[in-house]
């Protein structure tokens, strides 16, 4: 390697920050110092807390116990039942399943019959927990299947329809099997379309949005995206409002408010 490629590989691998060149040599010592400072905060030796980052890097999620897999499915038949009593109630002919069948209950529609894959959520929580803006959602692993997942993935060959339940507010949104992401993410119901429940179709709707009748049709119009009209804070995207960066939108009150906080976080940082 010649001097010229030297410089070159040096200046590539080295980060400016603040006026100041962090060479990899001067950033291994900073890591090192952080890292003494947290085991003398713990109390424990460098090399244990190194080893406790390592396991918690490498192990596997712990294996389901069976109070845990019993309570599940407790859960499910609670969810089951719930569904079958909303269909019976809307005038259809609903049978619930043995145990093992790919699909939960048996509906009987004009197009015939209809298998239906039930999934249950007990609570709302926050999807977006490492985020600044907390987004609260029901939250299904929808093609999981099997305990600890080890199932094939749910398809089109096991049922038609999928049934997510909400089983604290007894809510039920209807989805067809083909249009449900992995995982899909729904509002409460009164949360309004502020943002995006993220999965793989990205709507902007809540859990008591998609009736049994839209699912059956099957049409995908009604599954399109709806137009988010405010920001995660609830400030609507006006013309005077947004700004464009990198090909994304952004509330400018958002930004005004905190750029604004982080002046305020500087001063306080001088003043001590």
């Known amino acids: 390697m010649t001097p010229d490629q030297r410089i070159e590989r040096q200046k590539r691998i080295s980060n400016i920050e603040g006026g100041r060149v962090v060479t990899p040599v001067r950033l291994k010592l900073e890591v090192s110092v952080v890292v003494s400072r947290l085991a003398k905060e713990r109390k424990v030796s460098v090399s244990k807390l190194i080893a406790e980052w390592t396991e918690a890097r490498t192990s596997r999620p712990p ?22 009593a909303d269909l019976i109630l809307k005038g ?22 209809k298998r239906v894959q039930v999934r249950s959520s007990l609570q709302p929580r926050n999807v977006n927990s490492t985020g600044r803006n907390a987004r609260i959602a029901y939250s299904w692993n929808v093609r999981r ?29 209807y989805l067809p099997v083909n249009f449900a992401g992995a995982t899909v993410q729904l509002i409460p119901p009164g949360e309004g379309h502020k943002t995006k429940a993220r999965h793989g179709w990205g709507w ?20 399109q995206p709806r137009q988010v009209t405010h920001c995660p804070k609830g ?17 400018r009150r958002c ?4 750029s604004i906080a982080r002046a305020k976080r500087r001063r306080l940082k001088n003043a001590k």
Not at 255 to 258: A, E, I, P
């Open 63 to 84: 294996v389901m116990s069976d109070n845990e897999f019993d309570r599940a499915m407790e859960l499910g038949k609670a969810g089951e039942h719930l569904v079958a």
């Open 92 to 113: 259809y002919r609903c049978f619930l399943s043995d145990q093992g069948l790919p699909y939960d209950l048996v509906v009987e529609t004009p197009e015939g019959l």
């Open 145 to 173: 299947r099997g305990r600890d997942g080890k199932g094939s993935r749910l398809s089109n060959s096991h049922c038609d329809l999928v049934a997510l339940v909400a089983l604290d507010i007894k809510a039920i949104a």
């Open 204 to 223: 902007s709707r809540n859990i008591s949005e998609f009736p049994f009748e839209d699912a059956l049709k099957g049409d995908p119009s009604i599954y």
């Open 235 to 251: 400030h609507e995207y006006t013309e005077q409002n947004t700004m464009v960066k990198r090909g994304r939108r952004h509330c």
């Open 255 to 258: 930004s005004y408010d905190d």
